[in-house]
């Protein structure tokens, strides 16, 4: 890869009759269900969930903006591949990418933050999870 990919995760992705139209095209919707696929994964590798909710904290999606750029059909070859693109004290952004057969299909990027399971307010990122992207980044 040419370009810095903190925390990288792959996927490999069936796509499932139930994933297609009468084209037999993926549904749009189908690759926002594949970025909750690819960051559940980021999430199991990196600061699971289990340590996030001893913790006593949860991430939160504020935002997805993602561009179709390719139709991918049902018997595809699908990878997915997302990474940590930026931390603040309290924000993150992931991106992501979809392959079709060797071609980008989508590419993603989403927003969030991790709130406080309490209050449901904004909390520090996590320092584990803040160190590890440090370390990927050098």
Avoid at 28 to 35: E, G, K, Q, T
Wanted: no cysteine.
């Amino acid at each position: 890869m040419s370009q810095l990919r903190p925390l990288l995760v792959t996927l490999s992705i069936t796509v499932k009759t139930y994933d297609i139209d009468f084209a037999h095209i993926v549904h749009n919707a189908v690759y926002i269900r594949w970025l909750e696929d690819l960051r559940q994964q980021l999430v199991a590798e990196h600061y699971p969930m289990a340590q996030a909710l001893a913790d006593g904290r949860t991430p939160i999606l504020t935002h997805t903006d993602i561009h179709y750029k390719w139709t991918t059909r049902f018997g595809d070859e699908v990878v997915g591949q997302m990474w940590i693109s930026q931390l603040s004290r309290t924000k993150w952004e992931v991106q992501a990418e979809i392959w079709a057969n060797g071609l980008v299909a989508a590419a993603a990027t989403q927003n969030g933050y991790f709130a406080d399971l309490a209050t449901l307010r904004p909390t520090r990122i996590p320092e584990l999870l803040r160190q590890k992207w440090l370390s990927a980044r050098e």
